[in-house]
């Protein structure tokens, strides 16, 4: 059974930056599609950003490119996401997500198999 489980949310203010780490434990994960989601209250989940398998190809919602970095360390079973000058509307419950059977980038939530339990990012103005 596959596990994902965030860490590193937190509280920031206002242009400052936080790491989300995603660790992928259990069942044959064979370095899965992966991505990022956020929900904020009284919200829809939102795609942040994908990664493909090997890492070689990423994709952003808009309102995060050139802000977010997502990447990966396959070795390690785990998936970052690195966030900077972040604003108070990032602020939203941050989820890992994995697609085990996709090859590139995906954004719709419906594709992704297996979710983390979500860690809160929290940014004030």
């Known amino acids: 059974q596959v596990q994902l489980v965030e860490s590193g949310g937190g509280l920031v203010q206002a242009g400052g930056s936080l790491r989300l780490s995603c660790a992928a434990s259990?069942?044959?994960?064979?370095?899965?599609?992966m991505g990022w989601f956020r929900q904020a209250p009284g919200k829809e989940r939102e795609f942040v950003a994908s990664i493909s398998r090997s890492g070689g190809s990423t994709l952003y919602a808009d309102s995060v490119k050139g802000r977010f970095t997502i990447s990966r360390d396959n070795a390690k079973n785990m998936m970052y996401l690195q966030m900077n000058n972040l604003r108070p509307e990032d602020t939203a419950v941050y989820y890992c997500?994995?697609?085990?059977?996709?090859?590139?980038?995906?954004?719709?939530?419906?594709?992704?198999?297996?979710w983390g339990q979500g860690t809160q990012v929290t940014v004030s103005s």
């Open positions: 259990g069942g044959a994960l064979n370095n899965p599609v």
């Open positions: 997500a994995l697609d085990p059977s996709s090859y590139s980038t995906r954004s719709s939530p419906n594709r992704y198999d297996y």
